[in-house]
């Protein structure tokens, strides 16, 4: 039921559009409480209202990112190399991306755990101080797709110490920032 759970979540993550609407029934089987709300949330707003809100939410907060490698490299150098580990992931298990999507966009990682649930548990695991940081946010903003958030958690291991010093690391200072030609 995970691997259900997560295609179904990286369909929701994705932007939203008309054949995200028409696979709402086919999502709504599978989904658990969070999702049902989400799904709801979905089906009673109009879908450039819906559009509005995702570009508002995803594109232009920070504390908001999608891209997960964001939230320990920043955009420094160090994020390239996580993107290529990812790629090359990805390549091991036979799956090619296309120029379309960044290898760490939630939705892509998801999509992959779907079809690769131990890897991809792996990959969602490594992640889990940043996915955590996402879901406070986003319940923060009281925004509708912190219920998504919250389903992925869900299908998760609990945060354990290390990990909450992760979480509480990046909420107080934010991901890494280059370096590059500054005086130490």
């Known amino acids: 039921m995970t691997a259900a759970a997560w ?4 369909v929701l993550l994705g932007y939203p559009d ?3 609407v028409g696979l709402l029934p086919l999502l709504r089987r599978v989904a658990d409480a969070p999702l049902r709300r989400f799904i709801d949330h979905v089906e009673r707003t109009p879908l450039p209202e819906l559009q509005a809100d995702y570009v508002a939410t995803f594109d232009h907060r920070k504390r908001c990112c999608l891209y997960l490698t964001y939230y320990f490299h920043g955009d420094t150098r160090n994020r390239g190399m996580a993107l290529l580990a ?3 992931t990805y390549a091991a298990a036979g799956l090619r991306l296309t120029d379309d999507e960044l290898p760490d966009h939630l939705a892509v990682v998801l999509e992959f755990a779907a079809t690769n649930p131990l890897v991809g548990a792996e990959l969602l695991t490594q992640h889990r ?4 940081l996402l ?3 986003l319940r923060d903003d009281h925004s509708p797709w912190a219920d998504v958030l919250d389903s992925i958690s869900a299908t998760l291991p609990p945060l354990h110490g290390d990990e909450r010093t992760a979480v509480a690391r990046l909420a107080a200072e934010g991901p890494p920032v280059e370096q590059v ?3 130490l």
């Open 7 to 10: 295609q179904a979540q990286s």
């Open 18 to 20: 008309e054949p995200l």
């Open 86 to 88: 990812l790629k090359q």
């Open 129 to 132: 101080a940043g996915l955590e």
């Open 135 to 137: 879901r406070l946010a």
């Open 181 to 183: 030609g500054a005086y």
